[in-house]
Nanobody, 122 residues
Framework: VQLQASGGGLVQAGGSLGLSCRIS??????????MGWFRQPPGKEREFVSA????????YYTDSVKGRFTISRDNAKNTVYLQMNSLKPEDTAVYYC??????????????WGQGTLVTVSS
């Protein structure tokens, strides 16, 4: 299963950026899996950012991005999105999409995509 993430880049603090991640495998039952995003800031551990359940579409966020980031999915396109608004320098990280299962309000990943770098300048 291949997850293809895109949309990273350089943005000024306070700006917005959108990420997308598409699963390319045709036999993958996209709606059966929760999707989500993790990030790894420079020199730090990878951390959970947000997840969205499969069919019900319940969403989950880490506290630091609540009210600023919005996760969504298009099951017809096998794609998950992360809209990031009011970006802060501390949001700078490599962002990874993943698919898996929501457990305890976070995503337990089964598959990972490649990372996409988001840099927020002050």
């Amino acid at each position: 299963v291949q997850l293809q993430a895109s949309g990273g880049g350089l943005v000024q603090a306070g700006g917005s950026l959108g990420l997308s991640c598409r699963i390319s495998r045709r036999t993958f039952t996209f709606i059966s899996y929760a999707m989500g995003w993790f990030r790894q800031p420079p020199g730090k551990e990878r951390e959970f950012v947000s997840a969205i359940a499969g069919s019900a579409g319940n969403t989950y966020y880490t506290d630091s991005v609540k009210g600023r980031f919005t996760i969504s999915r298009d099951n017809a396109k096998n794609t998950v999105y992360l809209q990031m608004n009011s970006l802060k320098p501390e949001d700078t990280a490599v962002y990874y999409c993943a698919s898996g299962t929501v457990i305890g309000g976070t995503l337990s990943p089964t598959y990972w995509g490649q990372g996409t770098l988001v840099t927020v300048s002050s």
